[in-house]
């Protein structure tokens, strides 16, 4: 019962965490392929991407 608790607990978090990143990835800069090869590039997109989804579930929070 203990480990079935810990299971859906789990679960829970997991599915938070996919559906963040399914957020994140409608942008399609991040979901398809980038050729720049650029250093750091790749990973200023995403920090981008992700801002902007924080910058969204902020908004939703305020009721705007």
Known sequence: AE????????????????????SIK????????????KEGYRDMLFNIAVALHNFKITLKMLGT
């Open 26 to 37: 409608i942008l399609r800069i991040v979901k398809d392929k980038n050729r720049n090869k």
């Open 3 to 22: 480990q079935k608790q810990e299971n859906k607990e789990m679960a829970s978090s997991r599915v938070k965490v996919e559906n963040t990143i399914g």
